[in-house]
C-alpha cells in the first residue's frame, strides 16, 4: 500500500456542500439566480459590510472593483511587488499601470513607508493593499495614507477570508475590497469572486458591468461582459460561508502546532503573526536562510510525499510579461523573500499525525540540506 501524499492544499467538501448543489439542481434554476442574492447578502454580512457583487473569478473583482471606483486607462494603481501577479494584472485589464511597492520582511505584507514614497513621488490613483497568505495588512495605516492623499484604497484579500485587524474583518476597511473563491482559497465555490463596499454605487456599477452593460432587457448603457457566477457555485458558497469560522480555527491550531514542533528548529523563520491581526493561515509561509537551501528543502519534501510551495519564486518586477514592458530594478525585500520562501500545509483536514509527521520531514530535510 502506497503512503498517502499529503497535499498542500484540500478543500473540505462534505455531505452538507453536495446536498445543497443537489437541491439547486433539482430546482431547474442553475444560472444566475436567487441563490445568488441570497449568498452576497450573506457574505457582506459576514464581512461587515453593506453590498456584496459576485463575479466570475478573484481577479475579474479587483478589475472590476478600480473600474467602478473610477480608475481609468493610464492611471496609476499601487501593488505591492510581492503578490500574485493578479494582483497587478487586474488593474492592467482596464488599461491602468502598476506601480510596485516594497514589502514588509516580518510580514509579507506591503510596506507602510515605501506606499507614502510612490504614493508622493508618482500620481497614483488608487492603492492595492493585499493580505497575503492570510496575515492582514497594516490596513490603518494604509487607510490613514489614502485618505490623506485623496487616493481610492481596494482591499485584496483574496487568501484572506475571515482574517481581523484590530478585531474587524478585512475587507470592511477600503472604499471596495475584493475575495476569490478558487478551490485553494479558505472557502470555495471551485472558482467565483466578489467585491464588497459600504458604498452602494460601486456595487451597482460592478452589478452592470458583470451584466454586458444591461440596464433593461437588451438595453445596455455601457460596454460590459458576462462575469457572472452561478445559482450552482452560490449554494456551494453559501454552505462555504457557514462553516469558514470553523475551517479557520483548525488552520489556526494547524499552524499553532507546527510552530510549536518547530519552534527551536535553527535555520528557518516561522509564520508572524502581529499582536492586532488575526491570520488565517490560507498558507503557512517559513522563511529559509538562501534560495539554495529553500529549493533543496522544496525538492526533499515533495520527494518524501509532502507536498510544500514556492509562494512567489520572483518579484513581479522580475515577471517576464514586466520586464518586457520596461520595468526596472526594485524593491530589494520582495526580491529576498522571493528566494526565501516555503510554504508548508496546514489546511483543515490535515490530523495530528499529518503535522507530526510534516514537521519530522521538514526537520530532516533541512538537516540533510544544509549549506
Known sequence: ???????????VIDSEDIEAVVEVLKSGWIAHGPAVEVFEEEFARYVGVDYAATVSNGTIALALALKAL???AGDKVLVPDYTFIASATSAMLIGAIPVFADVEYKSFNVNVDDVLKKVEEEDVKAIVAVHLFGHPADIKALRDIASDKRVFLVEDAAQAHGAEAWGKKVGSFGDAAIFSFYATKNMTMGEGGVVVSNNRAVIEKVRLLR?????TKYVHNELGWNFRITSIQAALGMVQLRK???????RRRNANMLSNLLSSVEGVELPYEAPW???VYHLYATKLS???KRDCVFNCMNSRGIEVG????????KQPVFQKLGYGICCPTATLLSERELSLPTHPKLCEEDLRNIASSFIKCLEMCEE
Open 70 to 72: 473610477g480608475v481609468r
Open 290 to 292: 538562501s534560495k539554495k
Open 244 to 250: 469558514l469560522d470553523n475551517l479557520n480555527e483548525l
Open 277 to 279: 491581526a488575526k491570520h
Open 1 to 11: 500500500m502506497e503512503n498517502r501524499v499529503i497535499k498542500l492544499f484540500e478543500p
Open 211 to 215: 451584466n454586458h452593460g444591461q440596464v
Open 310 to 317: 514556492i509562494h512567489y519564486p520572483m518579484p513581479l518586477h
